[in-house]
């Protein structure tokens, strides 16, 4: 099979032909055949779940991937295992499944049958997996998904489980009743990891109440944003050392020193005292609504309490704060906890009640008792579920706990083995987290996940199986298919090891992040097997997700390897920022604007997404739009493939083949060694992961090859004698697209193929070896040179703009001046090219600056001070002085220093011409155009014109044509000066009259011309 081309070129047509080539020649699977003895440079595919539709971030995440991968394998690397992964556990899963069977709680789950339950999980794990496959290869993601991981897989969760069984071993899995995150809508704890990915700001109840002190006629003024606790308060903490005082202000009230005149104007300091001293005060309970006849109701100590927010003194509710359970703990009581697994209340005026929904009813109570002294909102950050977004509770729990925090330190010291793209994540967000690294929450009250494999006798023993073998090799009898999931894990009949009783599993599965934790071992059921493979793919080479994986997939990883193989899991990891919408908004289902990237796809070309993604520093958040994309498309691809169109045509009627022979000009040898330091500029960032900057050079080079050389060049392919000036234009071109085709094909890999088999005939620029560059072609003062003369032509064509003159419209003189004789010598050497450029007549260089003069004034406001009365005496002295005076930082004038801040230096150009500049080189462009300069102006107008319906006749460049051209006495005047040039330049022969022209009526400088045009041959 051969690509078919076509010059006229639709992209996202020309990709699908692309595609199927592939496809049917199987190149991918060709490219993994050639490198298999090559260098290995290992990869990880961060699995996402199939049972969500992909939009454009993910399309984001997968083109990273590819480039970096591409670009490893045609360096001729072992790219493995180059698998896909998909995640298939958890919450994401579960919900999807209950809105399917429209239930919304877990006793609702339960009834309908866990069994039935996980079997409908796992058909909807793949609900749109042709999507996600889709999706992946029109974006040209090479991947094998054929052979793609899965979490839910037996040989996978049987590593996971060996994983589990190490960390028993090593004495990390202990099970604990502690306060954890809880989510009362999923009804399952949640690790800190997962807290941290669903803060987000919230309005709550800000509230002051008053603790009646017993036996005394004072207040303890207390602060809280969760009124929903306060029945089940128990204690009140303060500092220690933090100064309070008892204040009168119509009543008495205990707080913190510091906070006393944010609450209170004026108050009355009635005594100071330490924190220690209000220590076993006793006080009278807000709310008894709850019955508790056991210890509590005294201050306590507490090392937490701080002035920053609040009273200084701290509501304690030991049923539902981390902080506060320990101080239950410490003061060995029994929690006062009416709030059931559900959120709600179980007991008291507020039962049956979400905890959330009752504070508005609490404060209504504590208003009428007299208690609350202020109620206001407060916005604040809180943390929700990060799969059904209810809010989270803090609850007491039977949790499964991996000791992380003992690990801390390690974890520390592997993270600062691995290279954070960007850096500062490796000792900032990351490595913030670890310092931090809390014991990780792993048991899930839920039903489908990874069941966690942990059996239990009546007699205290556990057993914690190797293997699948060995938990049946623990059973009564074996089943005839081993199935590892709830319900049917549960049915076993496990023989306890010590003692020989009947054993019962742990009602749990393991937090689902464990799962994708595991996938670097997990993939290829280590230990079990590939050993060999498992030794040489870790740690990995290179990962990349987005920047919220640091408290997800990054973590788990780092965590769960870090443990059981004390090493970093990657070597190299590269995050991803957010998509936004064209406004720089962060796109929602809500909001209607979250983007399918095929309708995209389909409509801009796949090449034109990724450049543009690639565009953009990879951690950064990025704005998308069609309209973003196709204008970034139209400079960047649109113009490689219009260049590579000029070549071909010229190439073709010129019957150019390739002879690898001399080139010789200066502009040629100048692209030749643009090329090879862009090769070298794309190799050097791609190997340290910078994408945009590889980018920005691949960029930077189109432009330069259109708008530079080819805009240079183009009068010489025109030439109808093959000269060895053409030749050596044409071979400079075929070596610039068939290595530049090279060194795009993993950003762009549609429009590099599309090119290099057409330029080649080759089977695929996919497997070539990525371009070196030499050395030797790259002449810097060379690059230098030019880029000096397109600077100048840059600066010409915005003085123009500013003069609002038209670059067509041509001008007597260009003025430039720079103190740089180098400067001034190169452009000397180049006058001819710049006047053309710009179309001016004349080129002045100069050292001087003949049309710039230079105004010395003071600033009042800063000179005014220091001079006083002799202000205007100094101004005087001032204007009169020369302007080069000034380079110092100040200057002594009638004893006084005047700093040079204080002095104001205005430029005055002449106004009869346009000033422009850019460090030391300044520009003066002639405004006057007398009558010889407009008419050579209307020529060219009326030239582009004719170029334009050329165009819309879709005329070859070489078809010559006929054409009349009528209007005004001006108009005639000017064919009448400058019909030879016209003629030349569109390949006419005008004439008075043509019979069935092509006609269009033109506007030119405010006048109204006809055009008609014949074509003469075709």
């Known amino acids: 099979m051969k690509l078919e081309f076509t010059s006229k070129i639709d992209f996202p047509e ?57 670009y490893h394998a045609m360096k001729g690397e072992n790219v493995f295992p180059w698998i896909g992964g998909w995640d298939c556990h958890g919450l994401p899963v579960e919900l999807e499944v209950e809105k399917t069977l429209k239930i919304n709680s877990k006793k609702e789950i339960e009834k309908f049958g866990i069994k039935e339950f996980n079997l409908k999980c796992k058909e909807n794990v793949f ?73 987000k700001e919230t309005e709550d109840p800000s509230i002051y109440v008053k603790f009646k002190v017993d036996g005394e006629d004072a207040y303890f003024l207390v602060w809280t944003t969760t009124p929903w606790t306060l029945p089940s308060n128990m204690f009140l903490a303060v500092g220690e050392d933090i100064d309070y005082v008892l204040l ?45 006849e056991g210890k509590g109701f005294f201050v306590v100590g507490g090392d937490f309490v701080s002035t920053e927010e609040g009273t200084g003194i701290v509501h304690i509710a030991p049923a539902f704060g981390a902080d506060d359970f320990e101080i239950g703990k410490r003061e060995n009581v029994s929690i006062i906890n009416p709030v059931d697994r559900e959120g709600k209340f179980i007991e008291g005026p507020w039962k049956g009640k979400f905890v959330k929904e009752a504070d508005r009813e609490i404060i209504t109570y504590l208003k009428k008792k007299g208690l609350l002294f202020k109620s206001e909102k407060i916005k604040h950050t809180y943390p929700f579920c990060w799969r059904c977004n209810t809010p989270l509770l803090y609850y007491p729990l039977d949790t499964w706990y991996i000791k992380v925090s003992t690990m801390r330190d390690k974890l520390i010291d592997y993270n600062m083995k691995i290279n954070w793209m960007p850096n500062h994540l490796k000792e900032g967000r990351f490595g913030n987290f670890l310092t931090e690294a809390k014991d990780w929450a792993l048991s899930r009250d839920r039903y489908w996940g990874t069941p966690l494999p942990i059996w239990k006798c009546d007699e205290g023993h556990y057993f914690v199986p190797s293997s699948f073998d060995d938990l049946l090799n623990h059973c009564d009898s074996k089943p005839e298919y081993f199935e590892p999931h709830r319900p049917w894990v549960d049915d076993l009949k496990v023989k306890c090891p010590v003692c020989g009783k009947d054993m019962k599993r742990e009602p749990y599965v393991i937090d689902v992040w464990f799962d994708s934790g595991s996938s670097t071992f997990a993939q290829f059921h280590y230990p079990y097997e590939n050993r060999d493979n498992f030794d040489e793919f870790f740690p990995v080479d290179f990962i990349t997700e987005g920047i919220d994986q640091t408290r997800g997939w990054f973590y788990t990883l780092h965590v769960v390897n870090g443990i059981l193989f004390n090493s970093n899991a990657y070597k190299n990891v590269l995050t991803l920022g957010l998509v936004l919408n064209e406004k720089g908004e962060k796109m929602s289902k809500s909001k209607g604007d979250v983007v399918d990237p095929l309708p995209w796809m ?30 970034y498309r139209s400079k960047t ?21 390739f002879d690898g022979g001399e080139i010789i000009n200066t502009l040629d040898l100048w692209i030749i060694s643009r090329l090879n330091s862009t090769i070298k500029c794309i190799r050097k960032n791609m190997d340290s992961y910078e994408i945009s900057k590889a980018t920005e050079c691949i960029e930077s080079f189109i432009k330069d090859l259109s708008n530079w050389y080819i805009r240079r060049s183009r009068r010489r392919f025109w030439e109808e004698k093959i000269t060895p000036e053409k030749l050596s234009g044409y071979r400079a071109l075929y070596t610039v697209f068939k290595e530049f085709t090279k060194a795009i094909a993993p950003f762009t890999p549609f429009i590099a193929d599309y090119i290099y088999q057409d330029l080649t005939g080759n089977r695929s620029v996919h497997l070539e070896k990525y371009p070196e560059y030499d050395e030797g072609l790259i002449n810097p003062d060379l690059e230098k040179e030019m880029e000096l003369l397109i600077k100048i032509v840059e600066m010409g064509r915005r003085a123009r703009q500013i003069a609002n003159i038209k670059v067509r419209q041509p001008l007597n003189l260009m003025v430039i001046s720079t103190e740089d004789q180098k400067t001034l010598q190169i452009l000397g050497e180049n006058s001819e090219i710049i006047k053309e450029e710009l179309n001016v007549k004349r080129l002045d260089l100069t050292s001087e600056l003949r049309y710039l003069k230079f105004k010395v004034k003071l600033n009042p406001s800063l000179a005014g001070p220091i001079l006083k009365d002799k202000f205007t005496e100094v101004s005087k002295i001032i204007t009169s002085m020369d302007p080069k005076e000034f380079v110092n930082n100040s200057i002594k004038i009638m004893n006084f220093e005047i ?49 334009i319906m050329r165009k819309e006749m879709d005329l070859e460049y070489n078809d010559r044509i006929e054409v009349f051209i009528h209007g005004d006495e001006e108009i005639e005047e000017t064919i009448k000066k400058f019909k030879d040039y016209i003629q030349n330049e569109t390949l006419s022969i005008i004439k008075e009259n043509i019979e069935n022209p092509y006609l269009k009526e033109w506007e030119i400088e405010d006048k109204k011309v006809s055009i008609g045009i014949k074509v003469i041959n075709k």
């Open 899 to 947: 700093p040079k801040e204080a002095i104001i230096i205005e430029e005055e150009s002449d106004p009869l011409f346009v000033h422009v500049s850019e460090g030391n080189i300044h520009i003066f462009l002639s405004k006057e155009i007398d009558k010889d300069l407009y008419f050579e102006g209307l020529a060219r107008e009326i030239v582009r014109r004719i170029q």
């Open 602 to 631: 389909d409509s801009l070309g796949a090449d034109a997404i990724r450049l543009y993604m690639y565009s953009i520093p990879p951690w950064r958040d990025r704005r998308v739009s069609e309209h973003l994309i196709k204008e």
């Open 14 to 70: 020309m990709e699908r032909k692309v595609l199927n080539y592939w496809e049917e020649e199987k190149i991918f699977y060709e490219l993994r055949e050639k490198n298999k003895k090559g260098n290995k440079f290992t990869f990880l595919e961060g699995p996402p779940t199939a049972n969500g539709l992909p939009h454009l971030g993910h399309a984001l995440t997968r083109a990273i991937k590819d480039v970096v991968l591409r």
């Open 127 to 199: 609900k749109y997996k042709k999507e996600w496959e889709l999706m992946t290869k029109r974006i040209g993601f090479w991947i094998d998904l054929e052979n793609a991981y899965s979490t839910m897989e037996n040989k996978y969760i049987e590593s996971v489980w060996w994983a589990l069984k190490r960390m028993w071993d090593l004495g990390l899995l202990e099970k604990s009743y502690k306060i954890v995150p809880y989510c009362p809508r999923c009804g399952t704890p949640l690790s800190s990891h997962e807290v941290s990915q669903g803060y």
């Open 637 to 657: 691809i649109e113009t490689l493939w219009n260049s590579y169109i000029f070549y071909r045509n010229n190439s073709y009627l010129d019957n150019f083949k």
């Open 248 to 292: 009168d202000s119509g009543e008495k009230y205990y707080i913190a020193e510091a906070i006393a005149n944010k609450l209170f104007q004026n108050p009355k300091i009635l005594k100071r005292i330490k924190g220690k001293e209000l220590i076993g005060k006793k006080y009278i309970r807000p709310i008894d609504e709850i019955i508790y």
